[in-house]
């Protein structure tokens, strides 16, 4: 379960754009922005949040969890 999450959040981070990869002849660099990457997980959980709430609309575990989201 964990591997599948981490996966995810590794997934939304490459997407997200939070990766630059430079290269020279003698090395090779993989360069993440910190902020990117926490942006870009951060938005994409939000979406799978909406779009998990959408799909669950009358079912008591919508019903009686909440989660608290903060946009800015």
Request: proline share 1%; hydrophobic share 45%.
């Amino acid at each position: 379960m964990i591997k599948y999450l981490l996966g995810a959040v590794l997934a939304l981070a490459i997407i997200g754009g939070a990766f630059d990869f430079e290269s020279d002849d003698y090395s090779w660099k993989l360069i993440i922005n910190k902020e990117e990457a926490f942006y870009s997980v951060t938005n994409g959980a939000k979406r799978i949040y909406k779009i998990a709430k959408d799909l669950i609309p009358g079912s008591e575990i919508s019903d009686s969890s909440s989660i608290i989201l903060e946009e800015d």
